[in-house]
């Protein structure tokens, strides 16, 4: 049982190029979310989905897009890539509404961003 | 001001110390408070929630919440070096905001 899994795990990026950072879970999870954490700043969300097809913005979600075709898979996209996107990235998961509200989530291990 | 306040510390305990972790909150609409425990390099992993105030126990973490003083804490019994990670706090009112961590460091 792989969990939740993101990849790459490192990446360096020039300003201006475009990514997307993967992320997949093997737990059928209905609920998924992408999270940056910065020094000083925490953990804050960027974007989540409450199942396929839907998805919605959280705290920063500038500079950034989702889309959630499966169950398993929601990926992250960088549109443009700036310095002020060098962050460490992590994906999340929870079973269903409930975990969600309490917090039950599983996180991937990260996906670290440096933008020149 | 942030919704959830948490010291970055660091703090440096021996081991065996009891060790108290506190964050304060300031949204009255939160539901749910959690304890994140974050090894370096790894992602979060939850420790306990906590729903209404008062004390919840797991081994030798106990959270406590007080939802008057909009306060919550963190007690770790007899801890040892394996303790040693960022504790994150957390609230909820659906979506979850949460505190910058506290770095734990526990010396053998």
């Known amino acids: 049982n792989a969990g939740v899994t993101q990849t790459p795990k490192f990446q360096v990026l020039k300003t201006g190029q475009s990514m997307t950072l993967q992320c997949a879970q093997d737990?059928?999870?209905?609920?998924m979310s992408w999270y940056r954490q910065d020094p000083g700043m925490g953990l804050r969300l960027i974007h989540y989905?409450?199942?396929?097809?839907?998805?919605d913005q959280g705290e920063v979600p500038n500079g950034y897009n989702v889309s959630r075709s499966t169950t398993e898979d929601f990926p992250l996209r960088l549109l443009s890539a700036a310095p002020s996107q060098t962050s460490v990235y992590f994906c999340a998961s929870s079973y269903s509404e409930r975990e969600w509200y309490t917090g039950e989530l599983f996180f991937g291990e990260g996906s670290r961003l440096t933008v020149l | 001001q942030k919704e959830v306040e948490q010291d970055p510390g660091p703090l440096s305990v021996p081991e065996g110390a009891i060790v108290s972790l506190n964050c304060t909150y300031s949204n009255s609409a939160f539901q749910y408070f959690m304890w994140y425990r974050q090894y370096s390099r790894k992602g979060p992993e939850l420790l306990m929630y906590s729903y209404s105030s008062g004390n919840k126990e797991d081994g030798r973490f106990t959270a406590q919440v007080d939802k008057s003083s909009k306060y919550i804490s963190l007690f770790i019994r007899d801890s040892q070096p394996s303790d040693s990670a960022t504790y994150l706090c957390a609230g909820s009112n659906y979506k979850l905001t949460f505190g910058k961590g506290t770095l734990l460091t526990v010396n053998p």
């Open positions: 737990m059928n999870h209905e609920y």
């Open positions: 989905s409450v199942g396929a097809g839907i998805t």
